[in-house]
């Protein structure tokens, strides 16, 4: 049964910074793409970034490019979310998918495998 674990949400300042990882078991974890997903109080899910099978390609939603950093290390089935520059509109529910993709889409429709979310608050 494929897994997906989310770890490293908490509660941090505006300015500060997080590291959320995605923890992927029972399947091929290279041959999925990985997408970080949102959702805020009373908003729709939304697509922050994603990255390819092979880490090659990345892709980022407008409101967290040159904030955020998607990794991935395929020998430890994990991925990773960097955080910097969190301010209050971050504040969410943080979830990160799989499905086996071309390319980096950053619809939800496009993955197949879901975690239960990790809470990132981000309040002075």
């Known amino acids: 049964q494929l897994q997906l674990v989310e770890s490293g949400g908490g509660l941090v300042q505006p300015g500060g910074s997080l590291r959320l990882a995605c923890t992927f078991s029972g399947g091929t974890f290279y041959n999925h793409a990985i997408g970080w997903f949102r959702r805020a109080p009373g908003k729709e899910r939304e697509g922050v970034s994603s990255i390819s099978s092979d880490g090659g390609l990345t892709n980022y939603a407008i409101s967290v490019k040159g904030r955020f950093t998607i990794s991935r290390d395929n020998a430890k089935n994990t991925a990773y979310l960097q955080m910097n520059s969190l301010n209050p509109e971050d504040t969410a529910v943080y979830y990160c998918?799989?499905?086996?993709?071309?390319?980096?889409?950053?619809?939800?429709?496009?993955?197949?495998?879901w975690g239960q979310g990790t809470q990132v608050t981000v309040a002075s």
């Open positions: 998918a799989a499905g086996v993709r071309l390319g980096v889409p950053l619809k939800w429709s496009e993955y197949d495998y």
